[in-house]
């Protein structure tokens, strides 16, 4: 490759005619604007996809579009980056699908457009979906290293050589600044020696918020350095953590749970696609999913074929957790070797999901099972399906969303004879506050109601409706005065003389008066 003189471009500035080293109108003028120093020039996208002289507009109204379109002779790329490592107004940088030249010409390309972008100090947003080559890589890392504006930045499908990753590291573990609160690595072919150094490198960057490292090619070693870091890590922000399509194992899974559990700002998890995860690792989850610490939202395993065992695993980690609202668990080709030979998830494992949504063994356990879990999709394509009942319980915990009491529902649908006599031991001290949650339980299914016309389609299924339409008749009240005939049969004295103590009081009030 012919690596150009660091005074190339600097050497040919004041003769520079845009019109014989740009390929299209449009990219003269982007170059034009960059050369006037334009203030309203933040937000650049590069993509080959878009036709140099088209009326091709971009979907974010602040975005300026520069196509690479290559004609021979030109120098669109060297150019923009050239004028982008000057540019002190350039916020967010996307590139996308650059042209591919022979060899040694994409080479010299990529240098010239890499090595530009290193020297920018204004840009806090930067996506790079592009093979920039190993050389490319290289000059990213002291972009990395010495801008301190840089909040976010994305590298796909970049692959850089063994030593190149590890320079990488290096860059990050000496950056100073703090702000970068997005990392995504994405099909980067990074192995467990990589992850390792990154890792590592991470250990100073606990202002993260965003995590991605997926499509990679690590496994237990690198699960086990990011645990460490995640360990290690004082006050984490970190809201995002996406390891998809990479070779985790049990052992890694554990690792990286310990390095969880005590985060308090984890909203989404994912960890589809890590074929080597069974019911051993699942079962370690519950540590992290019942810690008080625990606000995850979403999480995903997305075709990690675990079977019953791992369902049951899943669920009876998911006991007490009160944060998750979706799971995402599906095989998404049929013809996929892992599904030919993957277990089923039969019966039996949905009905440990049916347990933990709506436990019926007893009051108590129907008050503590799951109402936070909306959603668990799946297509498991030939797989046993979620039983109704499951079905309908998420149903029902959606409704939690408008504010419904849903324990409430659960438990008057499965315990229309509510049993009483645990209270007794407080004698009548609870006997207002059964006839107050009676009360509260008639204003639940009126707002289900209410829900439900304004819908023009009915949002809830049959499971429900027949609890709300039983909540909102008179079954109700016969409930509730079987439960207050339980307290005055069981204390009939305590009853009698309370009345008769309101009637004495009742009595000295009049004698006062006169």
């Known amino acids: 490759m012919n690596r150009r003189d ?33 203030p309203n020039l933040t937000n ?81 947003e930067l996506t790079i979906d592009h093979d920039i080559r190993d050389v490319g890589f290289r000059n990213m890392c002291n972009f990395v290293g010495e801008n301190n504006n840089l ?42 020696e990589e992850i390792e150094a990154i890792a590592t490198a991470l250990s100073r960057q606990a202002s993260l918020e965003e995590l991605v490292l997926m499509e990679n090619d690590f496994g237990r070693l690198g699960c086990v350095a990011l645990g460490t870091t995640l360990e290690r890590w004082q006050a984490p922000n970190l809201k995002q953590l996406v390891l998809s399509y990479n070779n985790t194992d049990d052992a890694g899974l554990q690792a990286l749970v310990a390095g969880l559990v005590n985060y308090i700002n984890l909203e989404e998890l994912q960890l589809s696609y890590n074929h080597s995860i069974t019911a051993v690792g699942l079962r370690s989850l519950a540590a992290f999913f019942q810690s008080e610490h625990c606000c995850l939202e979403e999480f995903e395993m997305a075709g990690v074929y675990f079977g019953d065992e791992g369902a049951i695993a899943l669920a009876d980690g998911l006991v007490g957790n009160t944060s998750i609202e979706s799971m995402t668990m599906y095989i998404d080709s049929i013809e996929s070797t892992h599904f030919r030979t993957a277990p089923l998830i039969t019966e039996v494992g949905w009905s440990a999901f049916s347990k933990l949504l709506c436990d019926t063994s007893s009051v108590n356990n129907n008050y503590v099972s799951n109402h936070t879990l909306t959603n668990i999709s799946n297509n498991f394509l030939g797989h046993e399906q979620p039983p109704a009942i499951a079905q309908n319980y998420l149903e029902l915990n959606r409704c939690a969303i408008d504010g419904v009491n849903v324990a409430m529902i659960k438990i008057l649908t499965h315990h229309p004879d509510l049993e009483m006599e645990p209270f007794f031991k407080w004698n009548l ?46 079954e109700l009240g016969s409930m509730e005065c079987s439960a207050m005939y339980k307290f005055v049969r069981a204390m009939p004295m305590l009853v009698l003389n309370g009345f008769r103590g309101k009637e004495r009081g009742s009595r000295k009030r009049k004698t006062r008066d006169r």
Request: aromatic residues 6%; contains cysteine; charged residues 35%.
């Open 151 to 192: 909040r976010s930045l994305d590298l796909m499908h970049v692959k850089p050589e063994n030593e190149s990753a590890q320079h990488f590291a290096l860059m990050l573990e000496q950056r100073q600044s703090k702000s970068l609160q997005r990392l995504a690595l994405q099909d980067n072919d990074l192995g467990d």
């Open 429 to 474: 001290k609870c006997l207002p506050l059964a006839i107050r949650w009676f009360d509260m339980v008639r204003e639940s299914p009126e707002e289900l109601l209410e829900i439900r016309e304004e819908q023009e389609v009915n949002p809830f299924p049959i499971h429900v409706n027949m609890a709300v339409e039983k909540l909102t008749t008179e």
């Open 44 to 124: 650049l996208l590069v993509d080959m996809r878009r036709e140099g002289d088209s009326d091709d507009e971009s979907d974010d109204e602040d975005e300026i579009i520069f196509t690479t379109d290559y004609e021979l002779g030109t120098d669109d790329l060297g150019w923009l980056g050239f004028y982008i490592g000057r540019s002190e107004h350039l916020i967010k940088l996307n590139i996308f699908d650059l042209p591919y030249h022979p060899a040694e010409l994409h080479d010299e390309q990529m240098d010239a457009l890499t090595r530009g972008i290193s020297r920018n100090r204004s840009i806090v």
């Open 6 to 38: 660091d005074n190339y471009y600097d050497d040919r500035l004041q003769d520079i005619k845009l019109d014989e080293i740009t390929s299209s109108e449009r990219n003269k003028d982007v170059l034009q604007k960059f050369h006037h120093g334009d």
